[in-house]
Each structure stands twice: as C-alpha cells, then as structure tokens.
C-alpha cells in the first residue's frame, strides 16, 4: 500500500508563521490570540506503521473530543477531518494573552491502495491518539510455506 499525503508539509506554514512573527515585534503590533493561527487549516502529524497484517495510522490529536472526527474512505483515500473547539472563557476569569497551540478544523487524506480491506477498518481513540487500523487484503499478506 502506498500512503501519500497531498497536502503541503508545515514548513511552508511555519515560514509564513515566522515573517508574521518578525513583523509584528518589529512594528510593536502583536496579533490577539483570536486571531492567531487562522491563516492556515492546521495539520495534525500521523506515523504510519506497518504489520504483517494491518497499516495503522497514529494521528497526534490532544483536546479533540471523539464527536469531532468524521472519518471515511472516498475514491482510494482515507480521509480524516476533525475540528479542535478553542476554550471558551468567562468574563471574571483568567484571559488569553498568547495562544500557539493549532484550532479549528483539519482535513487530512491518504491515498490507500487496492490492497485493504476497506470495509474493516476500524479506529480507536485515547489519550489525545487516533488509530486508524486498515486491514490488508489477504492476496498482500505474507505466507509462509512449510515444508513437508
């Protein structure tokens, strides 16, 4: 199976994350953490592993409640999409002055070929992790052969 991953890497984010970083201390305009992070869709990373019986994607995803994934297979890809909720604070209480961490919606897909089994994948979620198992379809798992 080959997994490929058709969105841009986050160095290009990163890069434009940066200038905008530079210009605002160099102007003395610090942008509102409302408004920090929503020049880009954010990305959560995945590790892709592979057993002699399954490929499993892990995605890093903290904070995400189970209701917010949506998960499905479209055209030969895996898509996840998901949203990470900003905290909601109270007049009275402790207010925001710096935000880094990634809101919003994200969209990831990953091209799966032919050789999964698409109607037993199954993902699991716990600990700010989401494994998604895609299971092999038997004509690409190995086979031993004994010898009589």
């Known amino acids: 199976m080959t997994l490929v991953h ?5 160095a290009f984010e990163s890069t434009v994350s940066e200038i905008n ?5 160099f102007f ?3 942008r509102k953490p409302e408004q920090q992070n929503l020049d880009f869709t954010w990305a959560p990373r995945v590790d892709v592993a592979e057993t002699d019986n399954d490929f499993i994607l892990t995605m890093e995803v903290p904070g995400i409640s189970k209701k917010d994934f949506h998960i499905y297979v479209e055209d030969n890809s895996l898509v996840i ?3 990470r ?6 007049e009275g209480e402790d207010q925001l002055i710096h935000a880094e961490r990634w809101y919003g919606k994200f969209h990831r897909r ?5 050789d999964i089994q698409a109607d037993k994948i199954s993902a699991a979620y716990r600990d700010g992790l989401l494994s998604v198992r895609l299971p092999k379809a ?3 798992k190995p086979k031993t052969i004994a010898i009589k």
């Open 6 to 10: 058709l969105y841009p890497s986050r």
């Open 21 to 25: 970083r530079v210009f605002d201390q």
């Open 28 to 30: 003395g305009e610090g």
């Open 81 to 83: 999409e998901g949203e």
């Open 85 to 90: 909720h900003r905290p909601e604070l109270k």
């Open 110 to 114: 990953f091209k799966i070929g032919a």
């Open 138 to 140: 038997e004509k690409v």
